[in-house]
C-alpha cells in the first residue's frame, strides 16, 4: 500500500487487529491500577452502595453504546440483529472478547421466564482487583459490565434492565458474577411477531 493511500484510511476503518487471530489487549496491571482508583474515586463521592453502583452502571452504559457501534461498523459482516438470542450470543461472545479477552462462560435462559436470560462469568476481570471498605462489602464491580452490556442492548433495540450478582460455588475461590437480563414488554412482543411471521 502506497504512503498516500495509507494516510487516507480513516481511523475507524482500520481493523480491530493485524489479523483475526489477534486480541487486542492492555495492560492488566494498568488496567487494574486505573480501574481501582477509579473505583475509590467513586467511593469518596458516593453516599451509598446504591449510588456508588448506579455511576459505574452508567460508565458502562457508554462504554457499551460506543462498542456495539464500533464493532457494527469495523466489521462490515455483522448485519443488524433481530433476534433476542442473536444479539445475546453476539454479547456473550465477540463483544465479551473484545472487551475481556475471551467469551463468557454461560449463556441460560431463564426456566420459568420468557423475559430473562443469564450471562456468566466464573472470573470476571473487572471483580479481580478491587478493595473496599468494610461497609461496602456487598458492592459488586460487575455492575461496570452490566452497564455495557445495557447499553449494547439498547443501542440495538433490545431495551432492559440488566443487573450483576454475585453467587458463591464451593468449587471456587471467588464467587461467579451472574448477569440477570430482563427484556421490555415491548422487545417480547416484537419477538412473538416475527416469530409468528416465520411460521406463516
Same mark, same amino acid.
Given at each position: 500500500?502506497? &504512503?498516500?493511500?495509507?494516510?487516507?484510511?480513516?481511523?475507524v476503518?482500520?481493523?480491530?487487529?493485524?489479523?483475526?487471530?489477534?486480541?487486542?489487549?492492555?495492560?492488566?496491571?494498568?488496567?487494574?491500577?486505573?480501574?481501582?482508583?477509579?473505583?475509590q474515586?467513586?467511593?469518596? &463521592?458516593?453516599?451509598s452502595?446504591?449510588?456508588?453502583?448506579? &455511576?459505574?452502571?452508567?460508565?458502562?452504559?457508554?462504554?457499551?453504546?460506543?462498542?456495539?457501534?464500533?464493532?457494527?461498523? &469495523?466489521?462490515?459482516?455483522?448485519r443488524r440483529?433481530?433476534?433476542?438470542?442473536?444479539?445475546?450470543?453476539?454479547?456473550?461472545?465477540?463483544?465479551?472478547?473484545?472487551?475481556?479477552?475471551?467469551?463468557?462462560d454461560?449463556?441460560?435462559? $431463564?426456566?420459568?421466564?420468557d423475559?430473562e436470560?443469564?450471562?456468566?462469568?466464573?472470573?470476571?476481570?473487572?471483580?479481580?482487583?478491587?478493595?473496599?471498605?468494610?461497609?461496602?462489602?456487598?458492592?459488586?464491580?460487575? /455492575?461496570?459490565a452490566?452497564?455495557m452490556?445495557?447499553?449494547?442492548?439498547?443501542? $440495538?433495540?433490545?431495551?432492559?434492565?440488566?443487573?450483576?450478582?454475585f453467587?458463591?460455588?464451593k468449587?471456587?475461590?471467588?464467587?461467579? /458474577?451472574t448477569?440477570?437480563?430482563?427484556?421490555?414488554?415491548?422487545?417480547?412482543?416484537?419477538?412473538?411477531?416475527?416469530?409468528?411471521?416465520?411460521?406463516?
Amino acid at each position: 500500500m502506497s &504512503r498516500a493511500k495509507h494516510q487516507q484510511l480513516n481511523i475507524v476503518d482500520r481493523p480491530l487487529t493485524k489479523n483475526k487471530a489477534e486480541v487486542p489487549t492492555v495492560s492488566l496491571s494498568a488496567f487494574a491500577y486505573l480501574f481501582s482508583e477509579y473505583i475509590q474515586y467513586l467511593v469518596d &463521592r458516593a453516599n451509598s452502595i446504591t449510588e456508588l453502583e448506579e &455511576r459505574l452502571e452508567r460508565v458502562g452504559y457508554d462504554v457499551g453504546v460506543r462498542v456495539l457501534e464500533l464493532l457494527s461498523y &469495523r466489521e462490515k459482516s455483522l448485519r443488524r440483529k433481530t433476534d433476542v438470542l442473536d444479539i445475546l450470543r453476539f454479547i456473550h461472545g465477540p463483544a465479551w472478547q473484545y472487551l475481556f479477552g475471551k467469551t463468557a462462560d454461560d449463556l441460560q435462559q $431463564a426456566a420459568n421466564a420468557d423475559d430473562e436470560y443469564y450471562i456468566r462469568d466464573y472470573d470476571l476481570m473487572v471483580s479481580r482487583y478491587i478493595s473496599v471498605p468494610r461497609s461496602y462489602e456487598p458492592f459488586n464491580p460487575g /455492575t461496570l459490565a452490566a452497564g455495557m452490556m445495557r447499553g449494547m442492548l439498547d443501542s $440495538a433495540g433490545f431495551p432492559s434492565r440488566v443487573t450483576a450478582h454475585f453467587v458463591s460455588h464451593k468449587d471456587r475461590p471467588r464467587p461467579i /458474577t451472574t448477569f440477570m437480563i430482563k427484556l421490555e414488554p415491548a422487545v417480547m412482543q416484537r419477538q412473538a411477531f416475527l416469530e409468528a411471521a416465520k411460521k406463516g
